[in-house]
């Protein structure tokens, strides 16, 4: 299934398998999270149990500069 997650002046596309949590449409959590990152981008992050990657992708979108861990 193919999600499209609009943020912040960005349009990330994820492809993201019927098996993972929340497959239909980005959460209402990991939304919250992304709505409530500092305007100043992290120089790492880390995103455990990141599925298909709606909140670590977009960090990373987000903070080019940053270095990330994405890991299931």
Same mark, same amino acid.
């Given at each position: 299934m193919t999600l499209r997650l609009a943020w912040r002046g &960005?349009? *990330? +596309? *994820?492809? &993201? $398998?019927r098996s993972l949590f929340s497959t239909a449409y980005v959460d209402p959590g990991t939304r919250l999270l992304l709505e409530t990152l500092p305007e100043r981008g992290p120089a790492s992050f880390l995103d455990l149990g990141c599925g298909y990657g709606a909140l670590? *992708? @977009?960090? &990373? @979108? +987000?903070? $080019?500069g940053g270095r990330g861990l994405l890991a299931d």
């Open positions: &960005a349009t *990330l +596309r *994820l492809e &993201a $398998p670590g *992708l @977009a960090v &990373a @979108a +987000r903070y $080019p």
